[in-house]
């Protein structure tokens, strides 16, 4: 039984589709390679803390979360573990005192370095606008002179 041409495109595609995928995964590795390292049991906790207390409704980490409160991606690089333990212990800013166990700090800032372990956030080749949206570089400046505006809806060649 011979396949009509539909079929033999849809076949054709499907194959291509397949090898594809099997030259993506040959020159980058399976999805499983390029995963985060495993949290440890105090980092595991310090997530369960994070998301217990709704943390990611003010703050976001790596640009991902709320934005009411700073991005912590990298907090404990930039401020270290007694900064993060004295803002849960004591509230900062709008933030409010979370009332937290030592414990439970001791588990947040363990997240906080698995998360700052990972990379560095914002890129520093970004830049964010007034609009709060992110470019490479600097925004270009304006030509100066006439040239800079639009063309004219009446001129011609």
């Known amino acids: 039984m011979a396949l009509g041409v539909g079929a033999r495109i849809a076949v ?3 194959a291509q589709a397949f090898i594809g995928v099997w030259v993506y995964l040959a020159a980058h590795g399976s999805a499983d390679a390029a995963r985060a390292p495993a949290l440890d049991a105090a980092a595991r906790r310090g997530q369960a ?3 217990e207390n ?3 409704s ?3 980490l790596f640009g991902l979360g709320g934005h009411m409160g700073p991005d912590l991606t990298n907090v404990t690089r930039r401020r270290g573990p007694d900064y993060i333990a004295a803002a849960l212990t004591h509230g900062l800013g709008r933030m409010p005192p979370r009332g ?3 414990e439970d700090i001791n588990a947040v800032n363990a997240y906080l370095a ?3 372990s990972l990379a560095t956030y914002p890129l520093p080749s970004l830049t964010q606008d007034s609009f709060g949206q992110f470019g490479a ?7 100066a002179g006439p040239a800079a505006g ?5 001129a011609h060649p």
Not at 150 to 154: E, F, H, L, M, V
């Open 150 to 154: 639009p063309p004219s809806a009446t």
């Open 100 to 102: 937290l166990a030592p």
């Open 54 to 56: 709704g943390c990611a």
């Open 137 to 143: 570089g600097q925004p270009p400046e304006p030509a």
């Open 49 to 51: 803390v994070w998301r």
């Open 58 to 60: 003010c703050h976001a």
């Open 12 to 14: 054709l595609g499907l």
């Open 114 to 116: 698995h998360i700052d």
